[in-house]
Antibody
Framework: EVQLVESGGGLVQPGGSLRLSCAAS????????MTWVRQVPGKGLEWVAN????????YYVDSVKGRFTISRDNARNSVYLQMNSLRAEDTAVYYC??????????????????WGQGTMVTVSS | IQMTQSPSSLSASVGDRVTITCRAS??????LSWYQQKPGKAPKLLIY???ILQGGVPSRFSGSGSGTDFTLTVSSLQPEDFATYYC?????????FGQGTRVEIK
């Protein structure tokens, strides 16, 4: 079964750090870009970061640049999100998602076809 | 790129035809996807590249548009379709979602 399972969420004080993990199974992780998306409870979705199949290219949303680091270990079938200098506004459910990357012969398209169940991060004193 | 969905919410009955609009603040070619989310669950991919239906998604869902204006249409709303829908542009980084459209039972 193709599956993603996030872990590592919890309660942390402002300024603290957490490392989220996303364990992949049922498919070859190294064949896919991977993405983190977050959602403040009761609010909308926010794209956070993604990482190329081999880890050589990474993008972030501006609000986390310099504080969050996405990484991956294809041999361990895992993707990570290291979150430092956490703020109250980082409180959210964090989802990892697989990008199936559709190519129509001219352009590539993001296709977030598999999602984890999410892990809750609460930043509060 | 800012993505603006309309309406923010709507009430509809089973069997209704429902259309949700997503407008981009600049042209995004056809680099747009749609996701459905139910309470307490992860989003689910419905459509990508504006109009390509993800495998296993019922054919009552369809997408159209190009440039800045896009639509998601549900031809005949079913009980399991009551959820929140999000558009997502993947033309430029950072990727951005619309604010969501909540579809409720009338």
């Amino acid at each position: 079964e193709v599956q993603l399972v996030e872990s590592g969420g919890g309660l942390v004080q402002p300024g603290g750090s957490l490392r989220l993990s996303c364990a992949a199974s049922g498919f070859t992780l190294g064949s896919h870009w991977m993405t983190w998306v977050r959602q403040v409870p009761g609010k909308g979705l926010e794209w956070v970061a993604n990482i190329r199949k081999d880890g050589t290219t990474i993008y972030y949303v501006d609000s986390v640049k310099g504080r969050f680091t996405i990484s991956r270990d294809n041999a361990r079938n895992s993707v990570y999100l290291q979150m430092n200098s956490l703020r109250a506004e980082d409180t959210a459910v964090y989802y990892c998602a697989r990008d199936a990357n559709y190519y129509d012969g001219s352009f590539y398209y993001d296709v977030f076809d598999v999602w984890g169940q999410g892990t809750m991060v609460t930043v509060s004193s | 790129i800012q993505m603006t969905q309309s309406p923010s919410s709507l009430s509809a009955s089973v069997g209704d035809r429902v259309t949700i609009t997503c407008r981009a603040s600049q042209g995004i070619r056809n680099d747009l996807s749609w996701y459905q989310q139910k309470p307490g669950k992860a989003p689910k991919l419905l459509i990508y590249a504006t109009s390509i239906l993800q495998g296993g998604v019922p054919s009552r869902f369809s997408g159209s548009g190009s440039g800045t204006d896009f639509t998601l249409t549900v031809s005949s709303l079913q009980p399991e379709d009551f959820a929140t829908y999000y558009c997502l542009q993947d033309y430029l980084y950072p990727r951005t979602f619309g604010q969501g459209t909540r579809v409720e039972i009338k």
